[in-house]
């Protein structure tokens, strides 16, 4: 099992940058694909970006590419999000999330840190 704990998030104007970390639990990390979604006032959770076990690979949503930035550091367990250039509608409240590999769904699942982009 992992447990998971956002922070970083605040209140940002647009333009700005934030840097949203995830804590995990446990001994394990390394063998957990890493994730970040995030969900907007009324409006489904979606997926913004992800990172393989070592840090290979890593994959985002249209809507951020090019402006975010998904990282780890296994020795640390910790996953980083670096999002510049933010606009209005990245306004939303952004998750961790862990899977093994295997797996096509995520398992465990931060709280939550709220991020605001004003105009």
């Known amino acids: 099992q992992v447990q998971l704990v956002e922070s970083g998030g605040g209140l940002v104007q647009a333009g700005g940058s934030l840097r949203l970390s995830c804590a995990a639990s446990g001994r394990t990390f390394s063998m957990y694909a890493m994730g970040w979604f995030r969900r907007a006032p009324g409006q489904e959770r979606e997926f913004v970006a992800a990172?393989?076990?070592?840090?290979?690979?890593?994959d985002y949503a249209d809507t951020v590419k090019g402006r975010f930035t998904i990282s780890r550091d296994n020795a640390k367990n910790t996953v980083v999000l670096q999002m510049n250039s933010l606009k209005p509608e990245d306004t939303a409240v952004y998750y961790c999330?862990?899977?093994?590999?295997?797996?096509?769904?995520?398992?465990?699942w931060g709280q939550g840190t709220q991020v605001t982009v004003s105009s």
């Open positions: 990172i393989s076990t070592k840090g290979r690979n890593t």
């Open positions: 999330a862990a899977k093994l590999p295997a797996l096509y769904e995520y398992g465990y």
